[in-house]
């Protein structure tokens, strides 16, 4: 009674093995039993060991199929279409006469076939790379790369096998004399590999593994022959729809089961709505199938109730929609508000109190003139800010030169008005640059050995100092800073002042010739200039007489 | 956590056939420990007015007549057992058994140990869900036994051995051959 109970505490535990020993007894006697009953009847394999054994000969049959058609590509691919049937049966006789599977004996006959362009020399290297493969304990496929590689000149890959040639001799090595030393060294090695046990077991296995390929061809050709495919493809279509069938089956049958279950658990009046409350939840679990692909998009008729829903709800998106858009549009315009109070207030912080400012101080009626323009396009009145600077550049220039040059310039709405100013002035200013000053007379200039510098004038500019020398200039006097006049340079800015009163200092320093000598030298000049010769001459008083 | 003892079932079984006179006093012996915690958990069993009327056996129709609460049913459901029981799955069997069989009495012990204390029906059962893991954890039984602290275990076990004891002794005696 207790031992049946679920809601018990049990105490003191004991192992108690015997029902366990018994049972597992059982069991292996009931397996005896099976396997020699199987022995008897001559049965080994149960229904679902043939199945499975179906299933495992048809996909090897399927990969075995897939590498042949490479081969039997890369063969099309170099012109030897014809020799293929001969091909596939070499490497068929091959994989029975060696124990090496077909599927290893393809890619190594391609990777040959492929570098040599001849059948019978890849053939002929097949064998050799069969038995340096068996004799060296490398994968066949990487001895016939490696053959392949030395077909070509390549013979790096050799040195694994020790073939007792130094580096530089494998690399001058023809291809000939390495296929000698291998044969040397490795021929018969996979006859005598053969000969073993292990050998023997691997031919076994190979044969096995052959079968199990052309059953499992046969299994196909049996499934295409009942389903009436002509060709694989074919045969997975039918596979494919005979599975949708099934299943369409058994989900109808499981419709009609919940179906049924909705009618036995509805009371009167609610049939409909159950029913068709399964047959929508049915309908969406079976969109999900594959038979069903032809109604995707497809919508099931609705009741009115549900339609009623469908409109409420639709509606319902629709007004909150509306209200989304309604909301977005007033954030906006919040947004602009607020960008541009935040605009007005810096630029009215900054700029508009200074305008102001000024405004109230006095000004000239052109400057005011110029602030008022500058105030009106802060505050983004174009018509104003046009209309003043008309009135500021007509009073410029009376002729109007100057306001239609504004306007070819275009953009009304230039936050400076007056930046085209620049350009003029600067127009104006080269040409006042390009003026010629007079030059000073150069006899005195000639006389005076001074080191100059000049402050304001650009470098290499050709100008002439004109100064005038007051009457206390002795001997190692320093020159005074001279104001020589005006001269135009760099860049001028309107409201920097005029360019015509621009003062240029210049500073002469050194030592000037004193009085005497200077009536010496004219007087000298004067002697010379009365010689009819015209031959300089030198006037010696004391000696008296001429030269 | 079970406690394992080797060689009890044999014990009993040399006991039934060699002295069964031993045989009952040992059965009596681990009865008398085991009697406490039978005793506490149907004191932890509600009286019929404190369970939620509509659970009362006499308020049920149908299947549910089975599974209404009555608190002498339930009192009776609580025992006790001396006698080894069936091995589980993996070939254990206990020497002795405290359950709780009756379904009201199953229904108070178990209700909200898995989905806690929630809904219309568990907390109105008021009992305290005590234990350790998910499986030991109940009102009735459960809460007795985790409220034992393991003495009535090493009471059965001490029993075992007592008459194990005895039968030493006999043996030596010759009493038993």
């Known amino acids: 009674m207790a031992q049946d109970v679920n809601l018990a505490v049990r105490i003191a535990t004991v192992l108690d093995a015997a029902g366990l020993n018994k049972a597992d007894k059982s069991v292996k006697g009931f397996e005896k039993s099976l396997k020699s009953l199987g022995k008897t009847l001559g049965i080994t394999l149960s229904a679902t060991a043939v199945v499975a054994f179906g299933k495992k000969a048809a996909q090897a049959f399927i990969q075995d199929q897939k590498e042949a058609q490479r081969l039997t590509t890369a063969v099309k691919n170099l012109g030897l279409e014809l020799s293929a049937p001969a091909i596939t049966q070499y490497i068929d006789s091959l994989s029975r006469a060696s124990g090496v599977t077909d599927s290893q004996l393809r890619p190594a006959f391609q990777a040959l076939l492929t570098t040599t362009g001849s059948v019978t020399a890849s053939q002929k290297a097949l064998a050799q790379a069969i038995d340096v493969s068996a004799g060296s304990g490398v994968a066949l496929e990487t001895v016939a790369q490696d053959l392949a590689n030395a077909y070509v000149g390549q013979t790096r890959g050799l040195r694994k096998y020790n073939l007792g040639l130094t580096q530089a001799e494998l690399k001058t090595a023809k291809f000939e004399d390495i296929s000698k030393k291998l044969n040397a060294q490795f021929s018969g090695a996979n006859a005598a590999y053969l000969d073993t046990y292990a050998g023997k077991l691997q031919m076994l296995g190979t044969a096995a593994g052959e079968a199990q390929e052309k059953i499992g061809a046969s299994v196909i050709e049996l499934a295409m022959a009942v389903t009436g495919a002509s060709d694989v493809e074919q045969l997975i279509s039918r596979i494919a729809s005979a599975t949708d069938f099934a299943v369409a089956r058994l989900d109808n049958f499981i419709e009609g089961w919940k179906i049924l279950k909705a009618i036995i658990n509805s009371s009167l009046g609610e049939f409909k709505k159950n029913i068709q409350a399964v047959q929508v939840e049915e309908f969406n679990r079976r969109m999900a199938r594959d038979y069903m692909q032809a109604w995707e998009g497809t919508n099931l008729p609705m009741s009115p109730q549900a339609l009623a829903q469908q409109k409420a709800a639709e509606a319902a998106a629709r007004k909150r929609a509306q209200a989304l858009a309604k909301v977005t549009t007033k954030n906006t315009a919040e947004l602009k508000k607020q960008n541009a109070l935040k605009k007005a207030g810096t630029v009215f912080d900054l700029e508009q109190i200074q305008l102001i400012a000024a405004l109230r101080g006095k000004l000239s009626d052109e400057d005011r003139k110029r602030v008022e323009a500058q105030l009106a396009l802060l505050n983004n009145n174009d018509a104003l800010a046009q209309k003043l600077t008309r009135e500021i550049l007509m009073a410029q220039d009376a002729t109007g030169g100057l306001y239609r040059y504004f306007l070819t310039i275009g953009d009304a709405k230039i936050k400076n008005p007056f930046a085209f100013l620049d350009d003029w002035i600067i127009q104006f200013q080269s040409k006042l640059n390009n003026l010629k000053f007079p030059t000073m007379p150069t006899a005195t200039a000639t006389a005076v050995s001074a080191a100059t510098s000049v402050s304001g004038v650009p470098a290499g500019q050709p100008w002439s100092p004109g100064f005038s020398m007051g009457g206390n200039n002795t001997p190692g006097a320093s020159f005074p800073s001279t104001n020589v006049g005006t001269v135009p340079t760099g860049n001028f800015t309107y409201g920097q002042g005029n360019p015509l009163n621009t003062n240029v200092y210049v500073t002469v320093q050194g030592s000037v010739i004193a009085e005497q000598d200077l009536t010496e030298t004219i007087s000298r000049n004067l002697q010379n200039s009365s010689l009819s010769s015209g031959k300089v001459a030198q006037l010696e008083r004391y000696s008296g007489f001429f030269l | ?177």
């Open chain 2, 1 to 177: 956590m079970p406690v394992e003892v080797t060689g009890a079932i044999e014990l009993r079984k040399a006991l039934k056939k060699y002295a069964p006179d031993l045989a009952k006093e040992s059965q009596k012996e681990i009865a008398t420990a085991l009697k406490p915690i039978v005793r506490d958990a149907r004191g932890f069993l509600p009286s019929n007015s404190e369970v939620p009327s509509g659970w009362l056996k006499e308020n049920q129709k149908g299947k549910w007549q089975n599974r209404g609460y009555d608190q002498a049913t339930a009192t009776k459901g609580i025992s006790y057992s001396t006698a080894a029981g069936k091995a589980n799955r993996q070939g254990f069997r206990s020497v002795a058994t405290i359950y709780n069989k009756s379904a009201a009495g199953a229904i108070y012990e178990t209700a909200g140990r898995k989905s806690g204390n929630v809904g219309q029906f568990t907390p109105r059962l008021n009992g305290q869900l005590r234990g350790q893991g998910q499986k030991m954890t109940g009102r009735a039984i459960f809460r007795a036994w985790a409220q034992d602290q393991g003495k009535t275990t090493a009471a059965v076990i001490k029993a075992i051995e007592t008459i194990n004891d005895k039968v030493a002794t006999l043996v030596k005696s010759g009493v038993i051959k």
